[in-house]
């Protein structure tokens, strides 16, 4: 598909006057918990650090700017079975640009694929080979963003997303056969279609590489599935499985058990939904003791202020819920359970504890996820944290690279 076969009305990003001033108001009468011996983080996000945020949001940050760089690309709008799907769009230059739909996770936003667009988009422009074009398609996970409002699909989570992307890619959009990349719940939807749609998909590639069933039984809330931790390891060793634990423990069980109660707060205060995400993207990103490593304050604030701008907070944490309560369930009883082509990237960040990046590969090899994928390129890298294509682009789009070689 070309350019000039795409027939959508553009819909470019315009958040109004009225909801930023709005934004701006409800910071301005924040009140503000006391957080008395919280500067060590221990509690939570830190009043010292927050604080100063949300003054840089009233004061320095400019959504317009943010809005400028967003509209550099295609936007679009459409209706899939009654879900409003918002996408962006960077068409591939190349001779034969393979459809790429790219989903991402929470709380991301569709911008945290931004690094990686334009290089898979026209890889001749950052030296590499133009026959490895791909025409990029980044959507909003219905509930998410501009993937909104969704009222009518209380019940969405992400097998039932992958059921929408497939009618994007090939009703919608009239792609015959397309490629798929997702990390955290976006894992979990490009491996569905990897699983369900096999025979329309060249491949696909991924970051965590969960089963699919990770979700289903009735401890879904706990990281950890009830496992003691074992009395005669050594010291470093529990004191990774705890940390390791603990960093997704809270919103897991939140957000499977509790979502709509916490979104109550979330969606009326746009500071303690900062907060919550925030806790997120400290905890998850290989940032060294310091957020603005990874994250600048203004990439932190476009994000926020995309979920806030669209009320989304609520529908998007309620994806864990309903993929808990309307367990997945196989389309087919083959194995590999995930028939396309697979490529996984992992990230040292999170390694398991005890697993370095030198084994990491071996490590998952062993388990049993390696089962359920075909899997034809696992990367293990040093660095990067959960947001492997914002935090470690240029990995990400060698290893997708590497993935589709062969499988285009």
Same mark, same amino acid.
């Given at each position: ?83 409003? /799907? ?29 690094? /990686? ?8 422009? $950052? ?16 509930? $998410? ?47 569905? *279609? ?19 069933? $990770? $979700? ?25 499985? *705890?940390?390791?634990?603990r960093r997704f423990a809270s919103h897991l ?28 993207? /400290? ?86 996820r390696a089962q359920w994928y075909y899997h034809?390129n696992i990367t293990a890298h040093d660095h ?25």
């Amino acid at each position: 598909m070309t350019t000039s076969h795409f027939v959508l009305e553009p819909y470019p990003i315009n958040v109004s006057d009225e909801l930023l001033a709005d934004l701006q108001n409800r910071l301005k009468s924040t009140r503000w918990p006391l957080d008395a011996g919280n500067d060590d983080w221990f509690y939570g996000v830190s009043r010292n650090y927050l604080e100063g945020l949300i003054d840089y949001w009233i004061n320095e940050f400019d959504w317009r700017k943010s809005e400028k760089a967003i509209n550099a690309y295609e936007h679009y709008k459409v209706d899939v079975d009654g879900v409003p /799907v918002h996408f962006m769009r960077k068409p591939g230059v190349g001779p034969n640009p393979v459809p790429l739909i790219l989903s991402h996770g929470w709380p991301w936003t569709f911008w945290h694929w931004s690094k /990686v667009i334009d290089p898979l988009a026209d890889p001749g422009a $950052f030296g590499g080979d133009p026959a490895e074009a791909f025409d990029v398609i980044v959507p909003s996970l219905p509930g $998410f963003g501009f993937s909104t409002p969704l009222p009518n699909n209380p019940d969405m989570n992400f097998w039932k997303i992958a059921d929408l992307w497939h009618k994007l890619m090939t009703d919608t959009l009239g792609y015959a056969k397309y490629a798929a990349g997702g990390c955290d719940v976006g894992a979990l939807v490009t491996g569905q *279609l990897g699983h369900k749609y096999s025979d329309e998909l060249y491949a696909i590639h991924i970051g965590s590489a969960l089963k699919l069933s $990770f $979700f289903n039984g009735d401890c879904a809330w706990d990281f950890s599935r009830g496992r003691s931790i074992p009395d005669n390891i050594p010291e470093k060793i529990r004191s990774q499985i *705890l940390e390791f634990d603990r960093r997704f423990a809270s919103h897991l069980a939140v957000h499977v058990l509790d979502p709509s109660t916490l979104a109550y707060g979330l969606s009326d205060s746009p500071v303690g939904m900062l907060a919550w995400i925030l806790e997120r993207w /400290v905890r998850w990103s290989d940032n060294h003791g310091n957020i603005e490593n990874v994250f600048s304050k203004d990439d932190i604030l476009t994000h926020a202020t995309i979920y806030w701008v669209t009320n989304s907070i609520e529908t998007s944490i309620r994806v864990y819920a309903n993929n808990n309560r309307y367990p997945w369930t196989p389309s087919h009883n083959r194995w590999p359970v995930i028939e396309a082509p697979t490529g996984i990237t992992f990230v040292g960040y999170e390694n398991p504890p005890g697993v370095t990046t030198e084994n990491r590969v071996q490590n998952f090899l062993d388990s049993d996820r390696a089962q359920w994928y075909y899997h034809v390129n696992i990367t293990a890298h040093d660095h990067g944290g959960h947001f492997i294509p914002w935090e470690i682009p240029d990995k990400w789009v060698e290893d997708l690279h590497r993935t589709f070689r062969g499988h285009r």
